[in-house]
Structures are given as structure tokens and as C-alpha cells.
């Protein structure tokens, strides 16, 4: 996959060679901290759903790389998408005025119909329960500083919402070029869609021993049609200490974040959390990609 002047809207992009290029980046990025190659760019970020680390991780990557940022934090109430422009007028737009997008929005395939009349690059933040990808770029980029690059063989466990979740549906995409193998944990009905190849259960209890990454995520309240519904699954997994007790010394805990009560507080400090850490990988990620995008 080529990066320079390339949308970034799905997971399905990237290949292994791709990732490993980004990871290698991201870790330069870690080292030297950018050295402003970025200078006299403009990143717009276009948030028509709520954000705090995605928007946030973002705009301080292109700010440490010596760009900047104009922000749309709220734009389902204050961008012309009001007045009934569409996604496609509003990429041609911004993109006369910006070097690169990044957006996110509660439709599933609104990012590609905005990216569709852009001339800059355009980094698919979130668009509804579809896709994630740059969620998902920093937490195999975890895995993959965590192991080593050695990822073969290895045991992730997904579990949570993984009907509605965006991000377990990314992380699988860029998972399945490192040879490891599956295990989705979520209530019957909130199964991954057809057409994910793993090990399915209900019972986290069952497989926690096997799992050398065990990958929470929250219950996507807002996507469902009902509250009632939501109470149904709420508080279906809490990973507490009882459990992390039969869990490998070796295994992670990821998450993307924010998280309601699937983590327990007592884990955070268990040396195998690494979901505040991810922050950072973050970070390191999305400058490394904004830089690969912009061809520097
Ligand atoms: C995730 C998202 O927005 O999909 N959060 C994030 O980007 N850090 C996960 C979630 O909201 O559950």
C-alpha cells in the first residue's frame, strides 16, 4: 500500500509490509521526536461524533511535528451539514483550506463519501460501528512493540460489543497478517459478523488462561435502538483481579478507551494493563502516518 496522498479509510488497505513500514516509523518518531517535519502543514479534524483522545491524539501529533490544527469538535451542530450540504461539498471544501483531514462521523461510509471529492488525504477517525483504523493501527503497533514483532502463533481475545464495536472489526483486519489466532468473547447477541474465522464464546472465565492479549472493549451504548436493550448487556465482562489471576504472566490487557466497568480499577495497577500506555503508542502512530500521508 502507498501512503503519500492516499485516503486512509479502512483496514483492509494495509498489507504486512505497509504495517511494519508504519510501525518502524512510529518508533523513529518515538526516538527523535519528529524534528517538525510537518512545518507549514495544516491538519483539519472533523468530529461529527464524540472524541477526546482520537481528536486530541491527532492534533498534538501534528502540533509536535510542527504543523497546525483547525478543528471542528462539534460539527453535527456547527458545520453547514445544518443547512443540508453534503459530505462530499464539505470534503471539497476543507480540503481547498487543509493538507489533511481527519474525521469521524456516527454513519457507517460517511468518511469515503467525504473523501470521495477531496483533494487532500483523508484519515477515517471513526465513521459509526464500521471501522476504526487508526484505533486499531496503535493497538497492534502495542502488540508488536510488546512482542517484539514475534507475533506468530500468538492468542487474542477479543471481547465486549463485537457487533457494534468498529474497533475489534479493524484490529482484526490488521491481525490476521501476523499469523495469530482468534478467540471472540461477547454475549449471544452481540456476535462478530459473518465472515470473521475464530474461536466463539460467551465465557470469558473459559478461555482467559489461553489468551496472550486479552482485548476489552466497551458495550456501544449509543448504537443501540433502545436503552432497555443496552441494560440487557451492560456489565456483561468485568475484568477484575480474580480474573486476571488465572490470566498468563506473559498476556497484555488493551483498550481503546473510554471505558465504563469492563476493566476493574484494580487492574490499572497490574503490570500487565497497558491501556493508559497506549496513549502514547498512539500518539507516536498517528504522527508517523500523518507524516507518511504527507510524503516527508
Ligand atoms: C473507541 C471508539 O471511538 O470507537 N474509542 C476510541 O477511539 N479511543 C472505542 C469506544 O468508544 O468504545
Redesign the pocket.
Known amino acids: 500500500m502507498k501512503y503519500e496522498k492516499n485516503h486512509i479509510l479502512s483496514t483492509k488497505q494495509f498489507d504486512k509490509d505497509s504495517l511494519i513500514l508504519l510501525f518502524e516509523r512510529a518508533r523513529q518518531m518515538e526516538e527523535d521526536g519528529g524534528r517538525n517535519i510537518l512545518e507549514g502543514k495544516i491538519l483539519a479534524t472533523l468530529f461529527f ?1 464524540p ?1 477526546t ?2 481528536r486530541f491524539s491527532f492534533e498534538s501529533a501534528m502540533n509536535r511535528l510542527g504543523g497546525r490544527v483547525i478543528s471542528g469538535a462539534d460539527m453535527m451542530k456547527t458545520s453547514s451539514a445544518q443547512k443540508g450540504e453534503s459530505l462530499a461539498d464539505t470534503g471539497r471544501v476543507v480540503s481547498a483550506l487543509a493538507d489533511v483531514i481527519v474525521m ?1 462521523h456516527p454513519q457507517a461510509g460517511s468518511v469515503k463519501e467525504l473523501a470521495e471529492k477531496s483533494i487532500a488525504p483523508v484519515i477515517n ?2 465513521d459509526g460501528p464500521n471501522e ?1 483504523p487508526t ?1 486499531a493501527l496503535l493497538d497492534v503497533y502495542t502488540i508488536w512493540k510488546e512482542f517484539d514483532g514475534k507475533m506468530d502463533g500468538l492468542t487474542v481475545g477479543m471481547v465486549g460489543d463485537l457487533k457494534y ?3 475489534p472489526h479493524s484490529q482484526y483486519d490488521l491481525l490476521k497478517h501476523f499469523g495469530v489466532n482468534f478467540v471472540f468473547v461477547s454475549p449471544e447477541g452481540l456476535k462478530m459478523p459473518e465472515g470473521y474465522e475464530g474461536e466463539t464464546t460467551e465465557n470469558l472465565e473459559e478461555f482467559i488462561a489461553d489468551l496472550d492479549v486479552i482485548a476489552m ?2 458495550i ?1 451504548r449509543e448504537r443501540f435502538e433502545d436503552e432497555k436493550e443496552y441494560q440487557k448487556y451492560a456489565g456483561s465482562y468485568v475484568l477484575d483481579a480474580d480474573l486476571m489471576a488465572c490470566a498468563k504472566k506473559s498476556a497484555i490487557v488493551i483498550h ?3 471505558r465504563v466497568d469492563e476493566i476493574a480499577v484494580e487492574v490499572d495497577v497490574d503490570p500487565r494493563a497497558r491501556y493508559f500506555e497506549q496513549v502514547k503508542n498512539g500518539l507516536h502512530l498517528r504522527m508517523a502516518l500523518l507524516a507518511m500521508v504527507l510524503g516527508r
Request: aromatic share 0%; glycine share 12%; hydrophobic share 15%.
Open positions: 461524533e472524541s483522545r482520537t469521524r477517525a471513526g476504526h484505533q464495536g468498529r474497533v472493549t466497551r456501544q481503546p478507551l473510554p
